[in-house]
């Protein structure tokens, strides 16, 4: 043989062993069990329990999908009235007003939400009649309130009616004249106030409001009237910019006796009545102390006004049980994402959630799709962060989550065990495993058939992990009482998966 041949053949032997290897791994792989988790589809979304900021919309295929919460008011303490024009409805979200003549138009065109409202100036708008605790509906003290609502008109021609409430209460025997109304004048926004303010003698109890900043047609702009009772203050804001102020207190100004709104008989509310255009988000607020803190929450919320929120919305899924040493391969998601859109997937795992906090175990970020390295437990958790655009317009959504992951096997027990009787001790022989993930073994043993709770041996509760070993003696056992045994095998690539146990023996130690 020359040379030439013996490093050929040398050069064999490395390539040969590295594709036993390879056989190896892939003998392995083959062992284990591949299964999913679907989250939403046609399973649904009840395993995602927390959602902030997140709403259920249409997703693709005719399923639900998890998407970005529209950025509109919500009901709260203080709502008296709030019509939002969403979910195709037109109606008091509060139940304090119901709908006596609607001739309002449901449409897509939004400043807030999904849904707003048209209307046409020969129309007669909206006309509600409030119940005994409404605003417009209760006979009596007004405290603190705040009309506010979003309007984009498509002229603004004098005379043009947003509100409309008139009534009468009796003063002193005498019959007062009411009326709150807002309207359009000399292409500004103007609310007059007819004998609301109790002790107000002015201008034969009338208050006028008007806006300094001049409407424009189709632009969106956002009004808010408030009175707040505490100090007598008359405001008039658009877009959270104040345009108007007056105090209704005995000296015109700061300090004195304040003027509080009382509203006489209870008449019906009219809205839009003769008004072209969008409207979006109607809502009045009511308190019999200061609603400063909400006003100033309004002119927060105003200098972003958006579809949705800009700081998105994040949903996290329960912990999902699979089984001990269970290995997270990847995610698969089913998601829609407009343009600037983002929605950002995380994952955990665990062998016990009860001690899970908000930030521990710590959360990872993932792309679907994507291989996930050394992330594996008994339990799983997904979660995912929405982004809108920068306008906050568009949203993105997700309407499936698949969750593939690794079971490891059950290693298969040894097929035959033994047990000798010694003084004080039991000898146990048992055949290898032929399950090719077997890593070692556990002994369990008990004085009831098929009850391993032993303690009593020098070497251990049950069960005793015994290592790679196929004999072993237990020792300190109390002659006289019968014991019983079986082997378990646990697997190489995680001790605290196990398999099956093996048949039972049993043996008496004896000092003889």
């Given at each position: 043989?020359?040379?030439?041949?013996?490093?050929?053949?040398?050069?064999?032997?490395?390539?040969?062993?590295?594709?036993?290897?390879?056989?190896?791994i892939?003998?392995?792989?083959?062992?284990?069990?591949?299964?999913?988790?679907?989250?939403?589809?046609?399973?649904?979304?009840?395993?995602?329990?927390?959602?902030?900021?997140?709403?259920?919309?249409?997703?693709?295929?005719?399923?639900?999908?998890?998407?970005?919460?529209?950025?509109?008011?919500?009901?709260?303490?203080?709502?008296?009235?709030?019509?939002?024009?969403?979910?195709?409805?037109?109606?008091?979200?509060?139940?304090?007003?119901?709908?006596?003549?609607?001739?309002?138009?449901?449409?897509?065109?939004?400043?807030?939400?999904k849904?707003?409202?048209?209307?046409?100036s020969?129309?007669?708008?909206?006309e509600?009649?409030?119940?005994?605790?409404?605003?417009?509906?209760?006979?009596?003290?007004?405290?603190?309130?705040?009309?506010?609502?979003?309007?984009?008109?498509?002229?603004?021609?004098?005379?043009?009616?947003?509100?409309?409430?008139?009534?009468?209460?009796?003063?002193?025997?005498?019959?007062?004249?009411?009326?709150?109304?807002?309207?359009?004048?000399?292409?500004?926004?103007?609310?007059?106030?007819?004998?609301?303010?109790?002790?107000?003698?002015?201008?034969?109890?009338?208050?006028?409001?008007i806006?300094?900043?001049?409407?424009?047609?189709?632009?969106?702009?956002?009004h808010?009237?408030?009175?707040?009772?505490?100090?007598?203050?008359?405001?008039?804001?658009?877009?959270?910019?104040?345009?108007?102020?007056?105090y209704?207190t005995?000296?015109g100004?700061?300090?004195?006796?304040?003027?509080?709104?009382?509203?006489?008989?209870?008449?019906?509310?009219?809205?839009?009545?003769?008004?072209?255009?969008?409207?979006?988000?109607?809502?009045?607020?009511?308190?019999?102390?200061?609603?400063?803190?909400?006003?100033?929450?309004?002119?927060?919320?105003l200098?972003?006004?958006?579809?949705?929120?800009?700081?998105?919305?994040?949903?996290?899924?329960?912990?999902?049980?699979?089984?001990?040493?269970?290995?997270?391969?990847?995610?698969?998601?089913?998601?829609?994402?407009?343009?600037?859109?983002?929605?950002?997937?995380?994952?955990?795992?665990?062998?016990?959630?009860?001690?899970?906090?908000?930030?521990?175990?710590?959360?990872?970020?993932?792309?679907?799709?994507?291989?996930?390295?050394?992330?594996?437990g008994?339990?799983?958790?997904?979660?995912?962060?929405?982004?809108p655009d920068?306008?906050?317009?568009?949203?993105?959504?997700?309407?499936?989550?698949?969750?593939?992951?690794?079971?490891?096997?059950?290693?298969?027990?040894?097929?035959?065990?033994?047990?000798?009787?010694?003084?004080?001790?039991?000898?146990?022989?048992?055949?290898?495993?032929?399950?090719?993930?077997?890593?070692?073994?556990?002994?369990?043993?008990?004085?009831?058939?098929?009850?391993?709770?032993?303690?009593?041996?020098?070497?251990?509760?049950?069960?005793?992990?015994?290592?790679?070993?196929t004999?072993?003696?237990?020792?300190?056992?109390?002659?006289?009482?019968?014991?019983?045994?079986?082997?378990?095998?646990?697997?190489?690539?995680?001790?605290?998966?196990?398999?099956?146990?093996?048949?039972?023996?049993?043996?008496?130690?004896?000092?003889?």
């Amino acid at each position: 043989m020359n040379m030439s041949d013996f490093n050929m053949k040398l050069n064999v032997f490395p390539r040969i062993k590295k594709a036993f290897a390879l056989f190896s791994i892939l003998v392995m792989c083959s062992l284990l069990c591949a299964e999913q988790f679907v989250l939403g589809g046609a399973a649904g979304w009840s395993k995602v329990t927390k959602r902030d900021g997140i709403t259920t919309g249409s997703g693709r295929y005719g399923y639900e999908c998890l998407e970005l919460e529209s950025n509109v008011f919500k009901k709260n303490q203080y709502t008296d009235l709030l019509i939002n024009f969403e979910n195709d409805f037109i109606g008091d979200i509060a139940n304090n007003y119901k709908v006596l003549e609607n001739n309002l138009f449901l449409k897509s065109n939004a400043k807030m939400g999904k849904g707003s409202a048209l209307c046409r100036s020969n129309d007669s708008g909206l006309e509600l009649q409030g119940n005994s605790t409404s605003l417009f509906g209760q006979e009596g003290p007004a405290g603190s309130f705040m009309i506010d609502f979003w309007i984009s008109p498509s002229t603004v021609e004098n005379g043009e009616q947003l509100l409309d409430w008139r009534s009468s209460r009796n003063f002193n025997g005498q019959i007062l004249y009411q009326m709150v109304n807002i309207s359009f004048y000399k292409n500004k926004a103007m609310v007059i106030f007819s004998n609301i303010f109790d002790g107000y003698n002015g201008n034969n109890g009338e208050v006028v409001l008007i806006t300094n900043r001049k409407l424009i047609p189709n632009r969106w702009s956002h009004h808010t009237i408030v009175f707040t009772e505490d100090d007598g203050i008359l405001e008039y804001l658009i877009d959270g910019e104040l345009e108007c102020i007056k105090y209704m207190t005995s000296t015109g100004h700061e300090g004195g006796e304040v003027f509080p709104a009382v509203m006489g008989k209870a008449a019906s509310l009219k809205l839009c009545s003769s008004y072209s255009g969008y409207v979006d988000d109607i809502r009045i607020l009511r308190s019999y102390s200061s609603i400063e803190k909400e006003v100033a929450q309004e002119k927060q919320e105003l200098l972003e006004p958006c579809n949705y929120k800009i700081d998105g919305g994040r949903f996290e899924s329960e912990p999902i049980l699979t089984k001990t040493g269970s290995i997270l391969n990847k995610i698969q998601a089913e998601a829609y994402k407009p343009s600037q859109t983002e929605v950002q997937f995380y994952v955990r795992a665990g062998d016990n959630f009860f001690n899970w906090t908000e930030d521990w175990p710590k959360w990872i970020p993932v792309e679907s799709g994507e291989d996930i390295q050394n992330v594996s437990g008994l339990y799983f958790q997904v979660a995912a962060d929405l982004y809108p655009d920068g306008a906050g317009e568009h949203t993105p959504s997700v309407t499936q989550i698949v969750l593939e992951y690794t079971v490891l096997p059950d290693p298969l027990p040894p097929f035959r065990l033994s047990a000798q009787k010694g003084d004080g001790s039991v000898t146990l022989r048992w055949s290898s495993s032929v399950d090719d993930t077997a890593g070692g073994y556990y002994i369990y043993y008990g004085n009831r058939p098929g009850e391993y709770l032993g303690r009593i041996a020098v070497e251990g509760e049950s069960p005793i992990n015994v290592g790679n070993a196929t004999s072993y003696t237990l020792t300190g056992l109390k002659n006289g009482s019968i014991y019983y045994f079986a082997v378990a095998t646990y697997s190489k690539l995680d001790n605290r998966v196990c398999g099956s146990l093996s048949k039972e023996v049993f043996a008496r130690p004896t000092a003889k």
